[in-house]
Antibody, heavy 125, light 110 residues
Framework: QVQLQESGPGLVKPSETLSLICTVS?????????WGWIRQPPGKGLECIGT???????HYSPSLKSRLTISVDTSKNQFSLKLRSVTAADTALYYC??????????????????WGQGSLVTVSS | QSVLTQPPSVSAAPGQKVTISCSGS????????VSWYQQLPGKAPKLLIY???NRPSGIPDRFSGSKSGTSATLGITGLQTGDEADYYC???????????FGGGTKLTVL
């Protein structure tokens, strides 16, 4: 059974880069799924940040695209998130999740079927 | 403001049935599959329904999904206190080129 675990600093200063890693266990990241990041500001709803395929193909949310890098390390069965120039508005619970789509080419049609427990990241000086 | 509109809250008594609506447009719900997620207090979201009306293994048949036009609905029968949670709908929006979620609905089992 697939398990996902987020890791990274819980506190990031404004204007710096937020970095998180998601370690996948019980399932090979190269088995043909997209892998994604979703965030949830305190007391608010879900926002999809972006996804990555094991080949490195990515899809980024248009609202975050200019600050975002999502990459994959198949040798470690991990994928990562880097969000640059953060502000207080980026304070959120960050979840990694497996995306079950219908093609190896991203078309957005699918769903997140397994989630990590979440990692709280606070942006503050 | 979420692209998909859900009621902020719904409530019902134990054993009763409740429905949660998710309203969108032709660029999202109208032409793409809808999924539903349950988020228990302090927990990560969990997939409840995928492809409009399919349940993953392990999800009881008390949970059901349906779709008509640009709206989707989650139904829960035989309500239990353990069903108290936030529920989110999600889908792809072709116009925005983004995965979008509803604002969430808090279910209270009175």
């Amino acid at each position: 059974q697939v398990q996902l675990q987020e890791s990274g600093p819980g506190l990031v200063k404004p204007s710096e880069t937020l970095s998180l890693i998601c370690t996948v266990s019980g399932y090979s990241i190269t088995n043909g799924h997209f892998w994604g990041w979703i965030r949830q500001p305190p007391g608010k709803g879900l926002e999809c940040i972006g996804t990555v395929y094991h080949s490195g193909n990515t899809h980024y949310s248009p609202s975050l695209k200019s600050r975002l890098t999502i990459s994959v390390d198949t040798s470690k069965n991990q994928f990562s998130l880097k969000l640059r120039s953060v502000t207080a508005a980026d304070t959120a619970l960050y979840y990694c999740a497996r995306f079950e789509g219908y093609s190896s080419s991203w078309n957005g049609d699918g769903y997140f079927d397994s989630w990590g427990q979440g990692s709280l990241v606070t942006v503050s000086s | 403001q979420s692209v998909l509109t859900q009621p902020p809250s719904v409530s019902a008594a134990p054993g009763q049935k409740v429905t949660i609506s998710c309203s969108g447009s032709s660029s999202n719900i109208g032409n793409n599959y809808v999924s539903w997620y349950q988020q228990l207090p302090g927990k990560a979201p969990k997939l409840l329904i995928y492809d409009d009306n399919n349940r993953p293994s392990g999800i009881p048949d008390r949970f059901s999904g349906s779709k008509s036009g640009t709206s989707a609905t989650l139904g829960i029968t035989g309500l239990q206190t353990g069903d108290e949670a936030d529920y989110y709908c999600g889908t792809w929006d072709s116009g925005l080129s983004d995965v979008v979620f509803g604002g969430g609905t808090k279910l209270t089992v009175l």
